[in-house]
């Protein structure tokens, strides 16, 4: 259901924004999820839509402008912190405009 994989890819980055790790399997390893338990690249929302597509409250998160790839690309704790907000935010937008 689209709503939760929302809600759980909230949990997850506000974790990331919080920690500033470059380890998304960091946070899912510490809720007790492992190996084939791990939604396809660590995403909810990709497991949800089978990829990304225009549909993803993310839209096309591995384009070079998004806050996803702007974080996967971050060197820094402080940059990484910065883009998981700025994808906190963008869920909660959406979730705001859809009612969820």
Request: aromatic fraction near 16%.
């Amino acid at each position: 259901m689209l709503k939760e994989a929302v809600a759980k890819s909230i949990e997850l980055w506000e974790w990331l924004a919080k920690t500033g790790s470059d380890d998304k399997y960091v946070w899912f390893n510490s809720k007790g999820i492992y190996g084939f338990s791990i939604p396809i690249a660590g995403c909810y929302l990709c497991l949800h839509f089978n990829g990304c597509n225009n549909d993803c409250p993310l839209h096309y998160c591995c384009f070079d402008d998004a806050p996803f790839n702007k974080w996967i690309n971050g060197k820094t704790k402080r940059t990484r912190r910065k883009y998981a907000q700025q994808v906190v935010d963008q869920l909660k937008a959406w979730q705001e405009k859809h009612g969820h």
